[in-house]
């Protein structure tokens, strides 16, 4: 059987594995992109990961997902928000060093070639993957054609403005989707909410267990009034975006994947009541293995 290499190059981790026809994958590795990485040692990495599976697997192609803007054509990381990638020829450096072919896209496209050919997509033409984590990424599908804009930037799905006095966004606007909707902005308004209400489970949970993006699910689940509330807006944001995105593209199928997705029908209860009906909302049913799944897939028919 023939395999490929997934890599999936995220802002703290690089994740790969080999991935045989049947969308299977095997010998799953990681590696940390934390403090002190260059771009030259995640490439390094890269190669150095890669090399055991080309030793075990019979390897045809590698194919690598990024965050941040790639040119795909070209296989140059141009610039990627918390990595240290600025205009990196990574698919040169790979193929020189490895001999294999290899193919470089954005990190949300890989996921949505992953979900559309092996997960949640599955079986539509026209849909829409969302990305909640640190920040908000994504990408879309429009009759079964992933849409790649101008220098393959499209898909930034965390940056239209939902108000324009709002917080000031990374990007340069004020009161992106990304600002209100993202893991942090959740582990935020936990932190404000457990430092007013300090006697509420909530507080309790923070203290005990440190802030993250699940705290106030955990909450909830303990019947927290506080978790409840917080929580009843966040869907309620949540849904004005993704509604949003159905005014603008009418998929049939948004699929939410990133940390936050991890809560599953915890979160889906959230949005569902709010969403306009004609599209249906769901997480992501691989599990964080998309991104390498889809990375796998580039250069062949399943990422067109
Ligand atoms: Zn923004």
């Known amino acids: 059987m023939k395999y490929r290499i997934g890599v999936d190059i995220g802002g703290t981790t690089v994740k790969l594995a080999a991935v045989d026809e049947n969308f299977k994958l095997y010998d799953k590795s990681r590696f940390s992109t934390g403090e002190g990485c260059t771009s030259e040692s995640i490439v390094q990495g890269i190669i150095d990961h890669c090399r055991p599976l080309i030793e075990k697997y019979d390897v045809e ?57 092996a997960g949640a997509c599955k079986g539509y033409e026209d849909s829409v993957i969302i990305t909640i984590g640190t920040g908000i990424g994504g990408a879309i599908l429009i009759g079964d054609r992933v849409v790649r804009g101008h220098n393959n930037r499209a898909g930034e799905l965390g940056h239209f403005v939902i108000d324009r006095n709002g917080i000031k966004c990374e990007c340069g606007l004020h009161g ?52 409840i509330g917080l929580l009843d807006e966040y869907g309620r944001i949540l849904a004005d975006g993704l509604n949003s995105l159905v005014h603008i593209f ?55």
């Open 61 to 117: 192609a590698i194919g690598i997902g990024s965050a941040g803007t790639i040119d795909s054509k070209n296989g140059i990381a141009v610039s990627a928000g918390n990595l240290p990638f600025r205009n990196e020829p990574v698919v040169a450096k790979v193929e020189s060093a490895l001999g294999i072919p290899t193919f470089i896209d954005n990190d949300g496209t890989c996921a949505l070639i992953g979900e559309k050919t």
């Open 250 to 304: 009418q998929p049939q199928v948004i699929a939410i994947s990133g940390g936050v997705s991890r809560q599953g029908d915890a979160l889906l209860e959230l949005v569902r009541p709010h969403m306009f009906k004609q599209c249906k909302v769901v997480t992501s049913s691989l599990l964080g293995d998309g991104g390498i799944i889809g990375a796998a897939l580039l250069g062949t028919e399943h990422a067109r």
């Open 176 to 227: 992106c989707f990304e600002q209100y909707a993202s893991a942090t902005a959740l582990i935020n308004t936990t932190t404000v909410a457990a430092a007013a209400y300090p006697s509420s489970i909530l507080a309790k949970l923070c203290r005990e267990n440190g802030i993250e993006g699940k705290t106030v699910f955990d909450a909830k689940e303990q019947g927290c009034p506080i978790a």
